[in-house]
């Protein structure tokens, strides 16, 4: 194997689309990629969105996405699509696929090596970001091209078996939010005609009255999966460090009123600091689950209605009045417990696959970091 520098492998492609002229119905943000995903799953449309000034950067099939900010998040795709990204989402491809072969590049970038080197010659603290000038100092070990086929036939193997599991993963998630409307009906036009409460009676915004010095729990937006409530990762920051950030606790609920199309809700399982973009609600124990209510909030049908009154273009916000008067179902409790049993049942299948996935995952890892 010799050594060799990225930016002597690797170009950065920055071909910029006329945006009066834009041939391209697709855009892809920094939230339509996943931590550790080399598949996009979701995309933005130039038809219905208001796209900011710096979507001009050109994307085709088979090249590189990597978000350059905060990569320590490791968002790295292959686009299966042609369309437009921001300048700060670099658009890579090998210089030459009889050196260094394009299949391998992305898992070069899932490296703890390549990320070590992103966050260290990383600048600015709030929002850190990398240059493509930084990256190209890399150095790494180029196998021979022969060993780069294999290794690259081993990799996508393991990366599409892995796939697998998180289909079923999703799969699961959809078989219970099924299982929430059977149950319930549609908890916005309320079609089973349940009891109701405003959101602000029976699941108040009330942050945690604890407060805990030292590392603490520092939860930021990109940190959540959408859809799922799932934390990617947990950061922790000592809590003299922290700005605009308030306390939660496990009886909270931490609903995003930012950008909801994004279904980001999740149930804390410990104390922490969330940003404010995170309303901490806290259901009556009495009245209303925190896991029902998780459910509620995460729901199409919710979703669709917070969206539809959600205020401003580049980064709306449903509106906190709105989510205050907001009519809460509230079905007997032997029934949201009923539905929080189901829930139990899908997260220990969900736990069995994620063991597998994680087990494929350290398999993928030993192979492009030795």
Known sequence: MKVTKFGDVVHEVKINVDRDNNPYEFYIAGDHMDSEDLTIHRKGHFATDDVGPAFTR??????????SRRTYLKKIAVADFEGICANTTFVLETKDNCVFLQSLLPFIMLSDKFTEWSVSHSKGSTNPYVLFSDLASYEFELPSLEEQSILSKKLWAAYRLKESYKRLLTATDEMVKSQFIEMFGNPVTNSKSWQTKAIMEVAPEQPSKKRMQGKVWLLNLDMIESNTGKVIEKVYETSENTLSVQPFDEGNVLFSKLRPYLNKVVVPDEYGLATTELVPLRPN????????????????????????????????????????KFECI????SEQLKFVGITEQADKSKFELRKSIDAIDQVIKSLING
Request: glycine share 8%; net charge positive; hydrophobic share 40%.
């Open 330 to 333: 509230l079905p007997p409790m």
């Open 285 to 324: 124990q009495e009245k209303l689950h925190k896991v029902f209510l998780s459910y509620l909030l995460r729901s199409q049908q919710f979703v669709t209605f917070a969206n539809k009154i959600s205020g401003g273009t580049k980064m709306p916000r449903m509106p906190l009045a709105e989510l205050r």
């Open 58 to 67: 050109i994307f085709k099939p088979g090249q590189i996405l990597y978000g």
